[in-house]
Structure formats: C-alpha cells, structure tokens
C-alpha cells in the first residue's frame, strides 16, 4: 500500500516529458508548489537521448525541431543552446538507387508523383474547413486521381510521418493543423541534444522518478492521486500521458471521465514507431546525403548526426504497419533486411560488410508510451479539442491535445503544457 504525502501542493504534474516539463516550468515560475509524477526512472516522455554510442550521441524517440518560430527554438535560445539546419525535404533523395529528386527529368514519374501528392496535401487546409466535412487521406488522393503507386509514394512521404497507414489519416484534422501552423518549413537538430534542453527545462523542479500514476480522484475541493510509492494531494492536476496510456486504462478516474472524454480518448490511433540505428567503419554515401526514401519496407533514412559529415551512421524511422511487420522479428533478421534494403539505396554491394553496429528501439514496446504519436482517423477530428478540455479539477496536455499548435511535435506539446498552466494559473488568481 502507498503511504500518504501531507505536503499538499498547489498543482500536481503527471508525466516528465516536455509536457509535463513546460508545464511545471510555467507554474513553477509563477510561484505556485508543484510537484511532478514520473513513471520511468528518467525524464523526457518520448524524447530519449542515449549517449552511451560512442561520439555520436542518437536520439531514440523526438529528434528534431520542425519550425524556426517555435517554443522549442525560444527554449534552445533561452538554454544558450545552438541549432544545426536540416533540409530534409529540399534534399530528397528518392528511389533505388536514391537519386536527388531535383535531379529527377520533370517527367520523372516518381517526381511527378511526389510533387502531386504535396500540392494536394498543401490545399488540404482550404479544402477541409468544416469538420463533419472529412475522409482519410487515401480516399482525398484517390478522387483527385491519384493510382496505386502514387498512393504508395504518398504512403511513405506524407503518412509515414504521421504514425499512420494513408487511409486512416485525417484530412480534416490535418486541415485544422495546417491553417493554424505558424512555425514555418525549416528544420533543425539540438547540436546539444534534447537531453540537453529537457535538463534545462527541469531545474529546480521537483520531480519523483519511478512513481506510476494507478489512481486520480478528484473530490470537488482538489485531486488525490495514488502513485505505487505515495499518495499526494493539490488543488489541480495535470495530466500530460500518451493517450495511448489513458485509453489503456493505466489510470483510473475517480468520478470516471466525462463520455465526452472517453470517446475522445479511444478516437485516436497508436500505431508502432520504431528507430533502426547502423553504424559503419566510414562514412557510405556523400557529403550531401542528408534524407533518403523510396516505397520499401526500410522506407525513409537520414544521417542523425548531421551537419557532421565524418560520423559513420545512419537512422531508418519506420512506422505503422511497417513498423509493426518488423517489430514481431529478431534484430539480426531486421538488420539484414535493413542492410539489403540501404544497398540498393546507396547503389553498393559492400553496405553489409562495412556495417559494424545494429540498434532499434521499438516505442510499441515501451510501456508509458505504447507506440509512436497518435493520430485520428477519418470523421474523429473533434477530438483533439475534446482531450484538451478541462473536467473538474483535471487539465490535459500532451502532443495529442494540440489542437491550436502542431501535434506530433515536441513544440507541439510544449504549447499544450504552457496553456494547460495558463488555464491551471486561472484557477489561482
């Protein structure tokens, strides 16, 4: 049985990723008492940095920053962090072997394809301004003509990002993102790491590592909350877990959660994502391979350790069902699909003997994340905006409540965190 905690705090924060950081920092320094829940024995949620490689430190979970004008640029240049420029779109290379799209003829099929599907994806926030108004995104390209291999391209350059198969992506929801969007095209790596910046972003907190949520009861008055180590009590609470956690039924609410809430939280999607890492004894490829991909099971590649063109390693980010497909299989027969599969990409027959290094990890396999980020399927786009809602004395943050920001983006929920303090900040004033 937990023992009970009598130092009442003002706010309690469950979850130490950069939702639960933002939002703690904001309350924190505001000068409320806040105390943060933890349930891994690290911070960081889904932003995992593991320097135990050797001189390239990689990022297991998030690892870049998708816009100049947003909280995480603000933070890095608070923190006296530096940023390093990743154009990972410009600089293409598609196809096996992987070619530079711009160097495609311009009626190159596959270029032509891949400049159809982002003209339709770019009008997606004109077209879909109505909710009730929806589809999933196979079904959008499909009426505007797109065949079968268009779709497959499609598959890998835009709903592969998203943690999702192409035909259970949102249009309307992505709609909502794109017309709110202001932190522009541009794309950057921490030279730091985000390890780096969560460390920033966490001092002076107080924060318990190691004490799993089972329980929140919210008696009208304040929150209890039943961690495996403690009972603690505030006057609100903030929760900042997956979604996939709370449509596990990890916690328990006490009065349960509105059925509003609830259906909210079961209309998202988890599918796995998983982050193949490979070193080598020398660099492979040329200095401007930066992004590679084409319609293979091993789909999409970049160099992790980027603008460092020495570093020997590359990362291949596979989701959804291909992520799923790969996941039930053994390391070694990964890695030689892998290998097989960066041959023909790069063009060379000596990829698997230069190979000296193999890694993945599998978020569908971690338990407080239960896959990669969520996403909402055709005619669910209300409820990113319904898990964002406050109920009592609960409030909700997270990637998946970022409904006035980018979700599956670290900035994302960052921006969720601020506004769920803003709204906490309310309560006390």
Request: overall charge neutral.
């Amino acid at each position: 049985m937990s023992q009970s905690v009598s130092d009442q705090r003002d706010v309690i924060v469950i979850g130490a990723g950069a939702a639960g950081l933002a939002a703690a920092r904001t309350l924190h320094d505001a000068g409320l008492r806040v105390l943060v829940l933890e349930a891994r024995t690290r911070i960081g949620g889904r932003i995992w940095t593991n320097r135990s490689c050797g001189l390239y430190p990689i990022e297991l979970g998030a690892e870049l920053i998708h816009g100049a004008h947003t909280s995480t640029v603000e933070l890095a240049s608070a923190a006296g962090l530096t940023l390093a420029e990743v154009d990972r779109y410009h600089g293409l290379r598609w196809g096996t072997p992987a070619r530079p799209l711009s160097n495609l003829p311009p009626d190159d099929p596959d270029r032509q394809a891949i400049e159809r599907v982002r003209a339709i994806w770019n009008r997606l926030g004109q077209q879909y301004t109505d909710e009730a108004v929806d589809c999933g995104l196979a079904t959008e390209l499909h009426r505007q003509g797109c065949d079968p291999a268009t779709l497959a391209i499609a598959d890998v350059v835009l709903a592969q990002t998203y943690c999702a198969e192409i035909e259970s992506l949102s249009c309307a929801d992505v709609a909502r993102e794109q017309r709110i969007d202001r932190a522009g095209p541009r794309e950057f790596r921490l030279r730091e790491r985000y390890d780096t910046l969560l460390t920033w972003l966490a001092r002076d907190l107080d924060i318990k590592l190691g004490w799993p949520v089972r329980a929140i009861t919210d008696t009208g008055q304040g929150v209890i909350i039943d961690t495996t180590a403690a009972s603690v009590s505030a006057r609100q609470c903030i929760i900042t877990v997956p979604v996939a956690v709370l449509a596990a039924g990890m916690i328990r609410f006490d009065p349960p959660l509105s059925a509003t809430k609830r259906a909210a939280i079961t209309a998202f999607r988890t599918r796995p994502a998983t982050k193949h890492f490979f070193w080598f004894d020398a660099p492979l490829w040329d200095e401007g391979f930066a992004y590679a991909a084409h319609t293979g099971l091993f789909a999409r590649w970049w160099t992790p350790a980027h603008p460092d063109l020495t570093a020997p390693l590359l990362c291949c980010y596979v989701t959804a069902e291909r992520a799923a497909v790969l996941d039930r299989l053994p390391d070694r027969v990964v890695c030689e699909w892998g290998l097989a599969e960066l041959s023909r990409l790069l063009g060379r027959n000596d990829v698997a003997t230069r190979c000296v290094g193999f890694r993945r990890y599998r978020w569908a396999y971690d338990e407080y994340a239960r896959g990669g980020y969520a996403h909402l399927p055709p005619g669910m786009a209300w409820a990113r905006p319904a898990l964002a809602a406050a109920e009592g004395n609960l409030h909700f943050a997270g990637e998946a409540t970022a409904y006035d920001s980018n979700p599956q983006t670290v900035h994302g929920a960052i921006d969720s965190g601020r506004r769920a303090a803003r709204d906490c900040l309310a309560v006390f004033r």
